[in-house]
């Protein structure tokens, strides 16, 4: 039995969790892609109180974190170090630097487009992430209420019927969860410790959904992914009353594609996932915006030392002012172009995780927290 129950957790989960299934491995050694644990529930509450920013008022301007600053202020003090040598060596070297304004002036406009480009592409790419969330929780809603509410048969065979199907919709948004945040986390970056810390994490939290059994299914075919696995028992799940051996059955003959078509749509919004996080924006266009952005920035002091300007010491503060809208905007874009990670501007999975148990628990009529050992064999 569990010895603690954490209502902030998508399913209970003792204090040390990790510590059976990894003994000897930090369990904060992959932070960017563990689910259920102390560190993942602190992540998301980071990620809701960023969500929350209308409600500060004018104490959002006091913020820093998840802002176009704390991403920029690395490149900020080189440039505010570069200007300053520039203006000091201009100041007390008599004054050498003549620049013409010409190249910096016809060279923004490609600057700008790609900038444009790349915010235009960031936000589409987020609001689309947005869109698949949007269909995956759809889709586990309308399979919990329609799953109980399509099929006939003794009271404790539909129950039965229906928490099957519930617990493989539910471990179907963990390992969607855990996929996209482990390509959001960059698998080339992973050790083999922590991929194999992040299956046993997995395996742990599809546990309290999934039978040993089905969990052994899944481990067996480690080759194919873990979505459409599920999605295959899931399929099988839907279309048992259709058997001649099953005790329960659907009240009309089309019930069933009903149901079986946000199944598919489970599978339709894994994809559209991936799709988002394995394709960033095109490398020539990125590397270029960060050379062009980079050399015009740097070289910007030249113009404010002009003679036809000569902002003498304010060309420091100028330039960083300007070194943060540019670099900033562009830190941001990058950030936002994959919204399924663990920053504080990417989508709360886990939240939605746990306001899905919980609806789907109440369906079966269950506490969503209370205290129980994963599921048994069937």
Same mark, same amino acid.
């Given at each position: 039995?569990?010895?603690?129950?954490?209502?902030?957790?998508?399913?209970?989960?003792?204090?040390?969790?990790?510590?059976?299934?990894?003994?000897?491995?930090?369990?904060?050694?992959?932070?960017?892609?563990? *689910?259920?644990?102390?560190?993942?529930?602190?992540?998301?509450?980071?990620?809701?109180?960023?969500a929350a920013y209308r409600e500060d008022g004018w104490k959002v301007l006091l913020r820093v974190k998840g802002t176009l600053f704390q991403n920029s202020w690395r490149t900020v003090l080189a440039v505010l170090a570069v200007s300053s040598i520039i203006t000091a060596a201009?100041?007390?070297?008599?004054?050498?630097?003549?620049?013409?304004?010409?190249?910096?002036?016809?060279?923004?406009?490609?600057? *700008? !487009?790609?900038?444009?480009?790349?915010?235009?592409?960031?936000?589409?790419?987020?609001?689309?992430?947005?869109?698949?969330?949007?269909?995956?929780?759809?889709?586990?809603?309308?399979?919990?209420?329609?799953?109980?509410?399509?099929?006939? *048969?003794?009271?404790?065979?539909?129950?039965?019927?229906?928490?099957?199907?519930?617990?493989?919709?539910?471990?179907? +948004?963990?390992?969607?969860?855990?996929?996209?945040?482990?390509?959001?986390?960059?698998?080339?970056?992973?050790?083999?410790? #922590?991929?194999?810390?992040?299956?046993?994490?997995?395996?742990?939290?599809?546990?309290?959904?999934?039978?040993?059994? #089905?969990?052994?299914?899944?481990?067996?075919?480690?080759?194919?992914?873990?979505?459409?696995?599920?999605?295959?028992?899931?399929?099988?799940?839907?279309?048992?009353?259709?058997?001649?051996?099953?005790?329960?059955?659907?009240?009309?003959?089309?019930?069933?594609?009903?149901?079986?078509?946000?199944?598919?749509?489970?599978?339709?919004?894994? %994809?559209?996932?991936?799709?988002?996080?394995?394709?960033?924006?095109?490398?020539?266009?990125?590397?270029?915006?960060?050379? !062009?952005?980079?050399?015009?920035?740097?070289?910007?002091?030249?113009?404010?030392?002009? #003679?036809?300007?000569?902002?003498?010491?304010?060309? +420091?503060?100028?330039?960083?002012?300007?070194?943060?809208?540019?670099?900033?905007?562009?830190?941001?874009?990058?950030?936002?172009?994959?919204?399924? *990670?663990?920053? +504080?501007?990417?989508?709360?999975?886990?939240?939605? %995780?746990?306001?899905?148990?919980?609806?789907?628990?109440?369906?079966?009529?269950?506490?969503?927290?209370?205290?129980?050992?994963?599921?048994d064999d069937d």
């Amino acid at each position: 039995m569990h010895d603690l129950r954490n209502p902030y957790a998508t399913h209970p989960f003792s204090s040390e969790p990790d510590s059976v299934l990894v003994r000897g491995v930090n369990k904060r050694s992959c932070k960017k892609c563990i *689910g259920g644990t102390a560190e993942q529930m602190k992540i998301s509450a980071e990620k809701r109180y960023m969500a929350a920013y209308r409600e500060d008022g004018w104490k959002v301007l006091l913020r820093v974190k998840g802002t176009l600053f704390q991403n920029s202020w690395r490149t900020v003090l080189a440039v505010l170090a570069v200007s300053s040598i520039i203006t000091a060596a201009h100041l007390y070297g008599g004054k050498w630097v003549i620049f013409h304004d010409k190249p910096h002036t016809l060279t923004i406009i490609p600057i *700008g !487009f790609l900038l444009v480009f790349r915010s235009n592409l960031s936000y589409q790419r987020w609001w689309d992430g947005r869109g698949m969330i949007g269909r995956m929780v759809f889709a586990c809603r309308c399979i919990g209420i329609k799953t109980p509410t399509y099929i006939r *048969g003794p009271p404790q065979a539909v129950q039965q019927h229906t928490e099957k199907v519930i617990r493989i919709v539910m471990a179907m +948004v963990v390992v969607t969860r855990h996929m996209v945040q482990k390509r959001s986390s960059g698998e080339e970056e992973i050790t083999a410790p #922590e991929k194999s810390y992040m299956a046993q994490l997995r395996h742990w939290e599809l546990s309290h959904y999934l039978t040993r059994r #089905e969990i052994d299914s899944m481990k067996e075919n480690a080759n194919v992914a873990p979505p459409i696995l599920l999605n295959k028992m899931l399929v099988a799940a839907v279309v048992h009353p259709c058997g001649g051996d099953s005790l329960v059955r659907y009240k009309w003959p089309t019930a069933v594609d009903d149901v079986n078509k946000h199944v598919e749509e489970l599978l339709s919004a894994w %994809q559209g996932m991936m799709k988002i996080v394995s394709a960033p924006m095109p490398f020539p266009y990125a590397h270029s915006l960060q050379i !062009f952005l980079t050399v015009w920035v740097f070289t910007i002091p030249f113009i404010m030392l002009d #003679e036809a300007i000569d902002m003498e010491w304010l060309t +420091v503060p100028v330039c960083a002012v300007i070194a943060i809208l540019l670099f900033g905007i562009n830190n941001v874009g990058a950030e936002i172009e994959d919204p399924f *990670g663990n920053d +504080v501007n990417d989508f709360d999975l886990v939240g939605f %995780q746990m306001d899905l148990h919980k609806e789907l628990s109440g369906i079966l009529g269950h506490d969503p927290w209370s205290v129980n050992d994963p599921f048994d064999d069937d």
